[in-house]
């Protein structure tokens, strides 16, 4: 799904340097059209067949399938917000508004720094949590 953000950010760019608001929402809302029928898809995928996406990149009986499978499953779910979260941060860039991006993944960070340790270890989620 790469090509979604560079696409974004040029189509917001144009738009926002005709200084038509109009379009600029027009644009971002097919953006978001867009990531929500490739988040659909992708966590379905995901969630419901994690075996034959990991049978993609594992080879049957590995090790690593035990941690795997739950990590893949709970991960499914963060497709569309991830999609949002990168098509959002393409869309400030198209209006050449750097900070705003900056400011909310400072805070993402920190509240991973801050609940992974105690969702993997103080709650002993392991590598789900």
Same mark, same amino acid.
């Given at each position: 799904?790469?090509?979604?953000?560079?696409?974004?950010?040029?189509?917001?760019?144009?738009?926002?340097? #005709?200084?038509?608001?109009?379009?600029?929402?027009? %644009? &971002?809302?097919? /953006?978001?059209?867009?990531?929500? !029928?490739? $988040?659909?898809?992708?966590?379905?995928?995901?969630?419901?067949?994690?075996?034959?996406?990991? #049978?993609?990149?594992?080879?049957?009986?590995?090790? %690593? &399938?035990?941690? /795997?499978?739950?990590?893949?499953? !709970?991960? $499914?779910?963060?497709?569309?917000?991830?999609?949002?979260?990168?098509?959002?941060?393409?869309?400030?860039?198209?209006?050449?508004?750097?900070?705003?991006? &900056?400011?909310?993944?400072?805070?993402?960070?920190?509240?991973? $720094?801050?609940?992974?340790?105690?969702?993997?270890?103080?709650?002993?989620?392991?590598?789900?949590?």
């Amino acid at each position: 799904f790469s090509f979604l953000p560079s696409v974004t950010a040029t189509l917001i760019s144009q738009e926002h340097a #005709r200084g038509d608001h109009e379009a600029l929402q027009d %644009a &971002l809302c097919q /953006a978001f059209m867009i990531v929500f !029928i490739l $988040a659909t898809f992708g966590t379905s995928l995901l969630f419901f067949q994690p075996d034959r996406v990991l #049978r993609s990149v594992l080879r049957e009986g590995s090790p %690593a &399938l035990e941690y /795997a499978r739950p990590y893949l499953t !709970i991960r $499914a779910l963060a497709v569309l917000p991830d999609l949002i979260s990168v098509t959002g941060f393409s869309a400030f860039r198209g209006i050449l508004d750097t900070v705003t991006p &900056l400011k909310i993944t400072a805070f993402a960070n920190v509240f991973n $720094a801050v609940f992974d340790p105690i969702l993997i270890f103080t709650l002993n989620m392991g590598v789900p949590g």
